[in-house]
């Protein structure tokens, strides 16, 4: 089974990708954490497979999280896939780039 850990500073979003991903038989979702804080404790103290990340600071965020959970693949949700976003992302670790709006 892999966990995956959602960040995001909307509940109304957390709570709905939580709920599409608990459909889903071979995942369990680790934790919802709003804000960097939360994501930290939470990426330290589950070490979840994925992270699913929808915060800001996300370059530095993601470096963060490599640093605590090595083996933890980041994918990070963005409003747009603007070619900028893409690159800030990738340099700083993540394995992927998803625009929010082709989640649902």
């Given amino acids: 089974m892999n966990t995956v850990l959602i960040a995001t500073e909307s509940t109304a979003f957390g709570n709905l990708l939580s709920r599409r991903l608990e459909i889903e038989t071979d995942i369990s979702v ?56 893409a690159r800030e992302a990738m340099r700083a670790g993540a394995q992927d780039i998803l625009c929010a709006g082709e989640l649902f």
Avoid at 39 to 61: F, R
Avoid at 63 to 82: A, E
């Fill in 30 to 85: 680790a934790g919802i954490a709003y804000d960097a804080k939360e994501l930290m404790a939470t990426c330290q103290d589950t070490q979840p497979d994925v992270l699913l990340l929808n915060l800001e600071h996300g370059g530095k965020l993601i470096r963060n999280v490599k640093h605590l959970s090595p083996s933890t693949q980041v994918v990070v949700i963005v409003q747009d896939s603007t070619a900028h976003n």
